[in-house]
């Protein structure tokens, strides 16, 4: 059974910075791709980052250079650094993880976390 837990949520000043974790069970992680995906309320889920499993990024504009994805093999966990972060930031954010290249949109992705609140305040 497969299994994304993330954690590293919270409450934060804007400007501030967090850095949310992943741990992924149940799964070849080293064979898979894994991402960050948001949801604010009333809005869709968006998509964030993307890290191969060879280690290559992609990044959405809104939080290319503020935001940077990274995985630790050996921990089966990604993690998703953010700073400089906005009250527009604010969402729920969701680890997923997928065999498809080049993926950033959710129905690309085959498991998912429960998600973790982010909340920004100005």
């Known amino acids: 059974q497969v299994r994304l837990v993330e954690a590293g949520g919270g409450l934060v000043q804007a400007g501030g910075s967090l850095r949310l974790s992943c741990v992924a069970s149940?799964?070849?992680?080293?064979?898979?791709?894994m991402g960050w995906f948001r949801q604010a309320p009333g809005k869709e889920r968006e998509f964030l980052a993307t890290?191969?499993?060879?280690?290559?990024?992609n990044y959405t504009g809104s939080v290319k250079g503020r935001f940077t994805i990274s995985k630790d093999n050996a921990k089966n966990t990604v993690y998703l650094q953010m700073n400089s972060l906005k009250p527009e930031d604010t969402a729920v954010y969701y680890c997923?993880?997928?065999?498809?290249?080049?993926?950033?949109?959710?129905?690309?992705?085959?498991?998912w976390g429960q998600g973790t609140q982010v909340t920004v305040s100005s």
């Open positions: 997923t993880a997928t065999q498809q290249w080049a993926a950033t949109r959710a129905s690309d992705y085959d498991y």
């Open positions: 149940g799964l070849s992680f080293s064979f898979y791709n």
């Open positions: 890290i191969e499993w060879s280690g290559s990024t």
